[in-house]
C-alpha cells in the first residue's frame, strides 16, 4: 500500500498523484502544519483560504472514493510534513510514499534529499504537468541565451496551446496587444458586482481558527471573500468572463481610489492552489473572443499573463535556484521600511495599495509592480525582505511566482536576466494611470521642494547613483539624456532631497 501526499497548492482532480495510486488500495494524506504555515507570517486571509480549500478538497476526495487521512491544525503535534508521512507509513505499514513535485525548492530539497530516510520508505516524486510549459522545456528554450525574454517564450506558448492561434498566425495579425491596454479610469464604464460567495461551517470554522491562532499574522479576516471550493472557484471564472474581462484590456493597469479590484479577474489564488486550470481558464477567456463578448485586446492581454508571464517567471525560477534567491546585484541593504508591516505613510498610493494589501490579500500587479515594488526598488530595499514580505501577504504568492517576480521584475537585482531595464519611475506615471495623487499629502509636480513626491526625488537619486550600470543600456539612453540636460542646480535640490527622504524613508 502506497501513501499519496496532496499539498495545499495541488487541491487538483488532474494531479499527478491522483493518477499514480489507486483509491480502493492507496491512502491519501492531507496536513496543516506549522512548518508549512508559519515559516513566513503569511497574511490571515492566505491562512484561512489554504485551510478551507484543503478541506473542501479532501471532503471531494472522499466522495470521490478515496481513503483520505486529515490533520488539522492544532489538533496534531507533527511539526512538518515529514512527521505526519512518518507516522502514516507506520500505521498503515506503507511500503512507499508518492507526491507531485511541490512549487518551492526549499520543500522539493527536502522531499528529494531528507524525506526518504525521515519516512523509512521510497519517496516518488511526480511531474506536476498542470503546467503549460515542463520544466525540461523551458530549460531547452533558455540553453544559450544570456537573456531571457518573455515576449519571445509568449510566442512559444502561443504555438504550443493554440490558444488565440488562425494556422500559423496570431489572431488579429500581432502577437501582443499591450499597447491598447494603458488607460486610466475614470468611473466609466461602472464596476461590476462583486461576487459573493455562500459559507459552510468548514469557512466559519477555520476563520474562527486563523483568529485564535494567528493573532500576531498580517492582515483582517474581516472583508474575507475568496472561494474555497472548486464550484466556486469556476463561478469566479464565469463571473470574471462575463462581468470583467471585456474590461479588463483597456484598464489592466489604472488604478484608482477605493477600487481595489477596478476588472481584474481575482482568478490567480484558484490557479495557483490548483482550483482552477490554466488551461481551462485561458480556453474560457478565448471563447469569448469567439463569441464576440470580449475584444481581443482584453483576451490577448489576459492570455499572455497566464500561458506568458506566469509560464515564464516558474521556468526561471526552477532554472536558476537556489543561488537566484540570493541575486543582489544592485546592491542593496536598507532594511524594509515599518510601514510595508502598518500600512501608516502619508504617500497616499502606497497607503491605498497597503490598504488592499492588508484588508484583502490582494493588490492587482501595477500596485504591486510600481507603487510598493518600485518604492523597494528606488529607496534600495534589501531583496530578500521585500521578497519575504510579498510571498506572506498576499493570497496567490507561492516561492516559484513571488520570487523571480519580487527579485528579478520589481528589483532588478538579477542583473537583467528576467527584464532588459529596470521597472523603476516617478510619481509622474502613477499619476498618469490613477487619481491617487489628487489627494496625497506630497506634490507630485514636483522633485526638489520639502512636500515634493518622494518617487519624484527618489527616482531620479535611483538613476544618478546607478548611472554606471545603466547609462549604456539602450532602453535607458533617453532617461539619461533628460537627467544630463536638468538644470544643475534644481538637479542638485532633487538629489539633496532624495537624501532627507532615504535618511528618514520610515517617516514618509
Known amino acids: 500500500m502506497r501513501i499519496g501526499l496532496i499539498l495545499g497548492d495541488q487541491l487538483s482532480d488532474n494531479l499527478a498523484t491522483l493518477r499514480h495510486l489507486e483509491p480502493g488500495q492507496d491512502r491519501l494524506v492531507m496536513a496543516e502544519v506549522p512548518a508549512e504555515a508559519r515559516y513566513v507570517r503569511h497574511h490571515k486571509q492566505k491562512i484561512a483560504f489554504l485551510f478551507s480549500a484543503m478541506r473542501h478538497h479532501c471532503a471531494r476526495l472522499i466522495e470521490a472514493g478515496w481513503q483520505v487521512d486529515y490533520y488539522r491544525f492544532g489538533e496534531h503535534d507533527h511539526p512538518d510534513l515529514a512527521a505526519v508521512l512518518g507516522e502514516q507509513v507506520r500505521v498503515h505499514k506503507a511500503n512507499a510514499v508518492v507526491v507531485t513535485e511541490c512549487g518551492e525548492y526549499r520543500l522539493q530539497q527536502a522531499i528529494e534529499n531528507h524525506w526518504p530516510k525521515q519516512v523509512g520508505v521510497t519517496v516518488t516524486c511526480l511531474e506536476d504537468d498542470r503546467f503549460i510549459c515542463p520544466r525540461p522545456l523551458f530549460s531547452e528554450w533558455a540553453r544559450g541565451r544570456k537573456q531571457l525574454r518573455m515576449e519571445f517564450f509568449y510566442r512559444e506558448m502561443r504555438r504550443r496551446t493554440g490558444l488565440l492561434m488562425a494556422g500559423d498566425h496570431p489572431e488579429g495579425g500581432q502577437w501582443n496587444f499591450d499597447q491598447d491596454n494603458r488607460k486610466r479610469w475614470s468611473g466609466d464604464p461602472p464596476l461590476p458586482e462583486p461576487?459573493?460567495?455562500s459559507r459552510d461551517d468548514i469557512d466559519t470554522d477555520v476563520v474562527t481558527l486563523v483568529e485564535r491562532t494567528f493573532p500576531d499574522h498580517p492582515g483582517s479576516l474581516a472583508s474575507f471573500s475568496w472561494a474555497t471550493t472548486r464550484a466556486d472557484a469556476l463561478?469566479?471564472?464565469e463571473h470574471f468572463v462575463a462581468q470583467r474581462l471585456p474590461h479588463f484590456g483597456h484598464y489592466q493597469d489604472a488604478m484608482a481610489t477605493g477600487a481595489d479590484t477596478l476588472f481584474h479577474s481575482l482568478l490567480s489564488p484558484y490557479m495557483n492552489a490548483g482550483l482552477l486550470d490554466p488551461m481551462e481558464v485561458c480556453q474560457a477567456a478565448e471563447q469569448a473572443w469567439y463569441d464576440k463578448s470580449a475584444p481581443l485586446n482584453a483576451v490577448e492581454g489576459f492570455i499572455r499573463q497566464v500561458i506568458g508571464w506566469r509560464e515564464f517567471v516558474r521556468g526561471i525560477y526552477w532554472l536558476c535556484m537556489?543561488?537566484?534567491?540570493?541575486?543582489?546585484?544592485l546592491e542593496n541593504e536598507r532594511p524594509l521600511p515599518a510601514f510595508y508591516w502598518s500600512?501608516?505613510?502619508?504617500?497616499?498610493c502606497v497607503s491605498e495599495s497597503l490598504r488592499n494589501t492588508f484588508e484583502n490579500g490582494y493588490a492587482h500587479h501595477i500596485q504591486r509592480l510600481m507603487v510598493t515594488g518600485n518604492l523597494a526598488?528606488?529607496?534600495?530595499?534589501?531583496p530578500r525582505e521585500?521578497?519575504?514580505w510579498y510571498l506572506a501577504v498576499y493570497v496567490d504568492a507561492y516561492d516559484w511566482v513571488e520570487l523571480p517576480n519580487t527579485l528579478g521584475m520589481v528589483m532588478h537585482a538579477d542583473g537583467g536576466y528576467l527584464g532588459s531595464k529596470p521597472y523603476a519611475a516617478s510619481g509622474s506615471y502613477i499619476n498618469r494611470m490613477g487619481d491617487y495623487c489628487k489627494t496625497c499629502h506630497?506634490?507630485?509636480k514636483t522633485a526638489d521642494e520639502a512636500d515634493s513626491c518622494p518617487f519624484n526625488s527618489l527616482y531620479w537619486h535611483f538613476i544618478n547613483r546607478h548611472r554606471p550600470r545603466f547609462e549604456k543600456n539602450p532602453r535607458m539612453r533617453m532617461i539619461y539624456r533628460t537627467h544630463d540636460r536638468m538644470n544643475a542646480e534644481k538637479?542638485?535640490?532633487?538629489?539633496?532631497?532624495?537624501e532627507q527622504l532615504l535618511s528618514t524613508v520610515d517617516e514618509l
Open 491 to 498: 538637479r542638485d535640490r532633487t538629489l539633496e532631497r532624495a
Open 195 to 197: 461576487l459573493v460567495f
Open 442 to 444: 506630497y506634490n507630485v
Open 235 to 237: 463561478r469566479a471564472l
Open 386 to 388: 521585500i521578497c519575504d
Open 377 to 382: 526598488l528606488l529607496t534600495g530595499v534589501t
Open 322 to 329: 537556489p543561488d537566484y534567491a540570493d541575486e543582489n546585484r
Open 343 to 348: 500600512g501608516n505613510t502619508r504617500m497616499h
